[in-house]
């Protein structure tokens, strides 16, 4: 691993230097290259600096399974939608307040009369359980390990009786190689989250590393960041080598934050979920051990999943293989019709972190 020069994170110059390293590159590869991010905050920023138009041609960056929105499974909402039509306060996280469940999203539940806030973070619902002592106030926790080490600290701090938690965490390194090992996926490297590398370390990659032969590079989220992850990424491809490597060293370590991973592997444990759109996958739900049971709002409500498929404009939703890496949003016939972020269709228009969402705001395809 080669320590990183100290960056001027959004100089142009070294932007323009580091474009004209990834074309020498790529021309030393003399091939396509596909490489996928797996981090909604990656794709904002290769949106909003317009990085695509610096990549050399053959060169794909492409967002994978990286928003935790988006993969939040449709039964996932149902499951808060029936706690809120119980009597019970849900409280969530503003992104997850519009995605749609089979039939309703959480605003249309509370358009409805149910009791729906918006918190910005677990402690906040922790509050607001504490200020309503007779209301049942439940967390639908969304998110990936950056979100579920907080919601694991409240758990372990004694919070409220009145408080429980809806887990529809999600753990992203088995995401990664369900991807990796779809037949009609061909990536040859993964930009890793730095967020997500904060609390895990980046030494958890290893055995993927090892396992599919993969280079895989920690990235952070300042234009230079991504530019400096995707050449580490290519020098990899060139040399035809694996490995891992912290393009992120300022706030990423090997081993993560240790105590915080302790306390996220004391309260959830990995089970087998569906992902939105993309699969089941084994071991990348997280859900609360049977030491926190008496917080677990699947043991406290009735939240049997709905009967029914969703509707008919739903299915047209490609969401699944876009967060696979395998179609662009504008390759969607609802994109930017009938699908937009004040009437959206898929939860990838939804998140501030969904690359439709990030699309449209960018003004269709982002190569700017
Ligand atoms: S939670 Fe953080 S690391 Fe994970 S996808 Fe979102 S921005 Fe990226
Ligand atoms: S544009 Fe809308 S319907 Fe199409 S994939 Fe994106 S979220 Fe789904």
Sequence with gaps: MSET???????????EQLADRLETLMADIDEPVSLMHVC?????????????????????????????VCVTNMPEV????AIAEQGATVATYGDMFRVPGTKKSLA??????????????????????????????????????T??????????????????????????????EVVAEMPDVDID???????????????????????????IVVGGFEPIDVLLAIERLLEYVRDGKAGLENAYPRCVSKAGNEQALETMWDVFEKTSGEWRGIAEIPGANLVLRDAYAEYDARRRFDVEPLDGGPDPLTEQCICGDIMAGKADPD?????????????????????????????DEYGGHPNL
């Design 147 to 176: 979100t579920a080490a907080p919601t694991a600290a409240i758990l372990d701090a004694d919070p409220p009786s009145n408080f429980s938690v809806l887990s529809a965490h999600k753990y992203v390194p088995p995401a990664m």
């Design 5 to 15: 020069e100290p960056l001027q994170f959004r100089d142009p110059e070294q932007a």
């Design 331 to 359: 390759e969607c016939d609802l994109f930017g019709e009938e699908c937009t972020p004040s009437n959206p269709v898929g939860a990838c228009m939804v998140s501030s972190e969904g690359t439709c969402k990030i699309w």
């Design 78 to 81: 149902d499951e808060a939608v």
């Design 189 to 215: 490297g993964f930009l890793a989250a730095g967020h997500a590398a904060t609390i895990t370390g980046y030494g958890l990659f290893e055995p993927f590393v090892e396992t599919y032969e993969l280079p």
């Design 40 to 68: 909604g905050s990656h794709e904002q920023a290769i949106a909003k600096f317009g990085l695509r138009s610096l990549l050399p041609d053959g060169l794909s960056v492409r967002m994978g399974p990286g928003c935790p």
């Design 108 to 145: 249309d539940a509370r358009a409805d009369g149910a009791s729906v806030e918006v918190v910005y973070s677990a402690s906040e619902a922790v509050e607001l359980a504490a200020a309503n002592p007779e209301a049942e106030v439940v967390f639908f926790a969304t998110g990936f390990e």
